[in-house]
Every structure is written in structure tokens, then in C-alpha cells.
């Protein structure tokens, strides 16, 4: 069989320890003997971070903005402890956060669901989509203790020379004080990102903050999406039949544990973080989660939602078996072929992206799988709990057929 053919390559982001290990097997397993692989290779593994000064991470999200469309394998944002063990200069960021920066852009993360393992909300019928917003907010956040009484302000000096000055409290004994941010500029990519990838993939938008409370900062996010929303998105989601619905952060909740799924919900950036983790979790696993940062002029970055496996990494690398869940990397690598046959009008190379995905999930769903799934399983096929090599090769033989 001829390969199916690629023109424009896929930025490809190699990344760290036990997901790394994967990368190479689900490329020579599942892809590079169907597909003529073209990418633009770049390391993002923490040694090649450390000895370009993390310079790779800016040069592979500089990629993406030329090309449109990346996958990248899970990678090590380094501590204490990491800085020892690799022997570091320096305890560089998170690749992740650097490339969202860069690309200004928003991640979208959602279950991937087999028959057989169910959600633990039974109400649960289609994935929910989290939209998070990857910037300021307490993440950024400059904090310290109040040693004692006194007052706390908080003071914006102007370029103009305008001053703008409020009692934030005035302390009686020893507290703490925190002060976070937003741009108006960032939430906007949000919104227009948010929208837009509501649009590409046909579903429903909600989006929540608590307004009531935070009448200026939440607000002001609100106040955005609706100016977004009612500009340059009303007409086009009303012509497909589509929804944007704001509420509350509360509301939002008891609405989600309600519903029955199949729409995207936008969060800011703390609201984000732990609704994707509550979601993930409710629906099965980190390891069945696809991943995806995208940016408002359209570029495209695939990956797992899940770490580097460190625990299995130490199993691997003393000569033991792993049954590490690779369903995640897939998807990332099926979502970036797709974004790149859709964009190069190719439609082999989106069919071969829709028949991988089908012959992973069939495979699961006939009984094999990696330990992590065996444990949810509820399937009436016995679970048959496989190494990783040994569940590659079971959704090799499955794609083969389905090719």
C-alpha cells in the first residue's frame, strides 16, 4: 500500500521520560508505515531545554505560527528536585506556558469515551470541553504576608500621570495580601478563541465567572465575550443553530453535573485548571483526555492532557514492563493530521486520522488495554490488561484493517 501523502510538515515537539519512549513507538508502530511523515523537529526534551538555554521551546512555538498546526509529546516543568536530578541551569518554565504565550492562545481539553467505562456522572452522555484561560490571574499573582497592622492599597500609577487609589483593608493583626491581572487584550484572544473553535467544532459555548461578586474584574470578562459574541459571532452561530450562554460560576456547576454533556465551557485561568482536572477525572482519566491550545488567528497545538510518567520511566529504564496508557498521544497526533489534511485539503490523510482514532477506540472497547483502563472497566469482554508495545500493536492490526 502506498504511504498517504503529507505536503505541509506538522511541527513535531519531542518531549520527556516515559511519554517520550511512547512517542517513538506510536510513530513507528501506528504512523510513519502508513503516513509519509513530514515534520519540523524540535527536542523539547529538558537536556536539550537546558543546553539551548530554553531557546528550542521559543524556536518550535515560532514554527507553529509558520506552519499552523504542532504535536507535542508531555514534557518536565523542572523543581528543586529536577534541578538536581538533570543537573540544571537554571529551573526553566513551563514549555507549556511559553508556548501559550507566544501563540496567545487558549486550551481546549475533552474526554475521549469508549462504551465501557462510563463517566461517574451516569447523566454523562457526550464530552465536555473545558476552555481555559491560560493567563494572569492568580497564576501571575504578586502576594506576601502582612506581618501586622496597618493599611493595604492598591495603587495604579498612569503614564499619564493619572493616580487611581483604594483601601483594599485595613489590618488589625497579621494577614496575607494578594494582587492579581488581566488584560483586556488577552481576554479578548480568549473570547475570539473560544468562539471560533465553538464554530470549528460545532457545539455549544458556555462560558461562567462569578460577576455578581467581582463586579469589575469578572465583569470585565463577561462584558467582553458579549462584545465578541454580539460583533463578530452572533450572525454565524445563529445561522448553524448554535448556543452562547453565560451564567454564573455556581450555576454553571449545578447546570454541568445536570446536563448531559456535548458543549464547550469556558472558564478563567483557576476555574479552568481545576474544572479540567474534576472532568477529566468524573469521565475515566488524565491518560483518555485529548489536549489542545489554540490561538485566535487559528493555529493549532496538540498534546496529552497528562504528565511524563515518571514512575514508569524508572520501571522502564531497569528493564521492567510498563503498561503506560498511550490513547491520549495518539489523539494528539491524530488531531494534528486531521488540522493538517483539512488545511492542505487532503483527504486521505483526515480519513487515516478518523480510522486511527476508530481502531484505538475499538480496541478498547473489544476488551484490550492498559492497565489504568483495566481497572474502570465494566465491559462484558473480560479485560485484558497489555504492555504498551503489546496495545500498539493490537490497534495496528485493528487500523489495518479499517484501511
Wanted: glycine residues 6%; negative net charge.
Amino acid at each position: 500500500m502506498a504511504k498517504i501523502e503529507m505536503r505541509t510538515p506538522l511541527v513535531e515537539m519531542d518531549g520527556d521520560e516515559m511519554t517520550r519512549i511512547l512517542w517513538k513507538d506510536i510513530k513507528d508502530i501506528l504512523l510513519t508505515p502508513y503516513v509519509d511523515l513530514k515534520t519540523e523537529y524540535y527536542d523539547l526534551g529538558l537536556p536539550e531545554r537546558d543546553r539551548t538555554g530554553d531557546q528550542v521551546t521559543v524556536d518550535a512555538a515560532e514554527a507553529t505560527r509558520k506552519y499552523g498546526v504542532a504535536v507535542k509529546c508531555a514534557t518536565i516543568t523542572p523543581n528543586a528536585q529536577r534541578m538536581e536530578e538533570y543537573k540544571l541551569h537554571e529551573m526553566w518554565k513551563s514549555p507549556n506556558g511559553t508556548i501559550r504565550a507566544i501563540l496567545d492562545g487558549t486550551v481546549f481539553r475533552a474526554p475521549i469515551m469508549v462504551k465501557g467505562i462510563s463517566p461517574v456522572v451516569k447523566n454523562w452522555k457526550k464530552p465536555i470541553t473545558i476552555a481555559r484561560h491560560a493567563y494572569g490571574d492568580v497564576y501571575k499573582a504578586t502576594e506576601y504576608r502582612v506581618p501586622g497592622p496597618g493599611r493595604a492599597e492598591l495603587v495604579f500609577h498612569g503614564e499619564d500621570g493619572a493616580e487611581l487609589c483604594q483601601t483594599i483593608y485595613d489590618f488589625e493583626c497579621a494577614g496575607v495580601l494578594q494582587g492579581q491581572y488581566n488584560k483586556d487584550s488577552s481576554i479578548y484572544s480568549f473570547a475570539r478563541s473560544c468562539f471560533q473553535y465553538a464554530l470549528d467544532t460545532r457545539q455549544d459555548l458556555w462560558f461562567s465567572t462569578k460577576d455578581t461578586i467581582s463586579k469589575k474584574y469578572d465583569h470585565t470578562f463577561k462584558d467582553i465575550f458579549q462584545d465578541v459574541y454580539d460583533n463578530e459571532y452572533r450572525e454565524r452561530f445563529e445561522a448553524i443553530g448554535l448556543t452562547y450562554f453565560y451564567t454564573l460560576i455556581d450555576d454553571a456547576v449545578a447546570r454541568v453535573i445536570r446536563s448531559e454533556g456535548g458543549y464547550i465551557w469556558a472558564c478563567k485561568n483557576y476555574d479552568g485548571d481545576v474544572m479540567s482536572d474534576m472532568v477529566s477525572t468524573a469521565f475515566g482519566s488524565l491518560a483518555m483526555m485529548t489536549s489542545v491550545l489554540v490561538s485566535p488567528d487559528g493555529k493549532y497545538e496538540y498534546e496529552a492532557a497528562h504528565g511524563t510518567v515518571t514512575r514508569h520511566y524508572y520501571k522502564y529504564l531497569k528493564g521492567e514492563s510498563t503498561s503506560t496508557n498511550p490513547v491520549a498521544t495518539i489523539f494528539a497526533w491524530s488531531g494534528a493530521l486531521r488540522k493538517r489534511g483539512e488545511l492542505d485539503c487532503l483527504a486521505d490523510l483526515r480519513n487515516f486520522a478518523d480510522k486511527l482514532e476508530a481502531a484505538t477506540i475499538a480496541v478498547i472497547e473489544g476488551g484490550t488495554m492498559t492497565k489504568d483502563l483495566a481497572g474502570l472497566w465494566e465491559g462484558e469482554t473480560p479485560a485484558n490488561a497489555v504492555d504498551s508495545r503489546e496495545f500498539l500493536k493490537a490497534i495496528a492490526a485493528e487500523l489495518d484493517k479499517r484501511l
